[in-house]
Nanobody, 118 residues
Framework: QVQLVESGGGSVQPGGSLRLSCAAS????????MGWYRQAPGNQRELVATITNVGNTVYADSVKGRFTISRDNAKNTVYLEMNRLRPEDTAVYYC????????????WGQGTQVTVSS
């Protein structure tokens, strides 16, 4: 079973940048589709970005051109580079691992808070 721990959240002014990291333990990430999701107060959890084990990416329209997801399978780590942050990006960001062949095998991190405010 994969265990995920996010880090890198914090407070930043609009237009600023943050880099989130998601470190995995318990199993190699090479067989997993990795994703970042976020949940703002009163809202449902929503997809931010995903990346397959061969590097194919998908982004929510709201973050295209501003966020970049990447992975380092050797380090068992996934990243989310967030640039030109907006107040509406404020949310708890969660890392997700979903097995590419057995999608019911998935894990979530505990979340990390990102606050964008002046």
């Amino acid at each position: 079973q994969v265990q995920l721990v996010e880090s890198g959240g914090g407070s930043v002014q609009p237009g600023g940048s943050l880099r989130l990291s998601c470190a995995a333990s318990g199993n190699s990430l090479s067989a997993y589709v990795m994703g970042w999701y976020r949940q703002a107060p009163g809202n449902q959890r929503e997809l931010v970005a995903t990346i397959t084990n061969v590097g194919n990416t998908v982004y929510a329209d709201s973050v295209k051109g501003r966020f970049t997801i990447s992975r380092d399978n050797a380090k068992n780590t996934v990243y989310l580079e967030m640039n030109r942050l907006r107040p509406e990006d404020t949310a708890v960001y969660y890392c997700n691992a979903r097995h590419a062949l057995f999608p019911f095998r998935q894990a979530w991190g505990q979340g990390t808070q990102v606050t964008v405010s002046s």
